[in-house]
């Protein structure tokens, strides 16, 4: 597990971290002069893997079994993906918005139900809001997420609203693995 992290944190480090000269908006509506791009920096198939690699670890080491895997798209499409070509679990993802049209879900891909185990993902999340997104739309479906993840934690927020919610959080890496600053610290 550790050279899986040291990998993703490397590729990350070269291939989807900016240090800009202006701060910009975050999705969570803070500002940094730190941009993370966890889809550019895993565009290349086997960093993608290794990443997916790491996910499936990372639930492994707390000895966590799930059923699915999935988030809201676009953070959590590509490792739901993976992750499941991986385990053989089926994806998910959840829309922002039902689509409006056909059957009007909100969620695509697998069919959640009280008796699915779900792995929760997210690229990068700093206050936690998308995540959480996703996680309400799971418990509406009655499933149960055994584990709420991303890959980057850039802020402080996350790990206490899943705590308040009973449910297990876990990064792979965090802003200090960058060595810049939580935002919202």
Do not use: N
């Not at 385990?87 to 699915?116: N, Y």
């Amino acid at each position: 597990m550790d050279q899986l992290r040291a990998r993703l944190r490397d590729t990350i480090a070269h291939r989807g971290y900016r240090r800009l000269d202006e701060p910009v908006e975050l999705s969570s509506g803070g500002w940094s002069r730190d941009f993370i791009d966890v889809k550019a920096a895993l565009s290349r198939g086997s960093e993608l893997a290794a990443a997916c690699r790491a996910l499936v670890a990372l639930a492994g080491e707390r000895q966590l079994a799930f059923d699915a895997v999935g988030g809201l798209t676009m953070g959590a499409d590509q490792f739901a993906h993976g992750v499941a070509t991986l385990t053989g679990c089926e994806w998910f993802v959840v829309r922002k918005q039902p689509k409006g049209r056909g059957t009007d879900q909100l969620l695509e891909g697998a069919a959640l139900g009280p008796a699915t185990r779900v792995l929760l993902v997210e690229d990068v999340v700093t206050t936690g809001a998308s995540i959480h997104t996703a996680y309400r739309a799971v418990e509406a479906a009655g499933a149960e997420v055994v584990l709420a993840t991303a890959l980057v934690d850039r802020g402080v927020a996350t790990a206490p609203a899943f705590a308040d919610l009973g449910v297990a959080y876990a990064a792979l890496l965090t802003h200090r693995d960058f060595d810049i600053e939580a935002v919202g610290a």
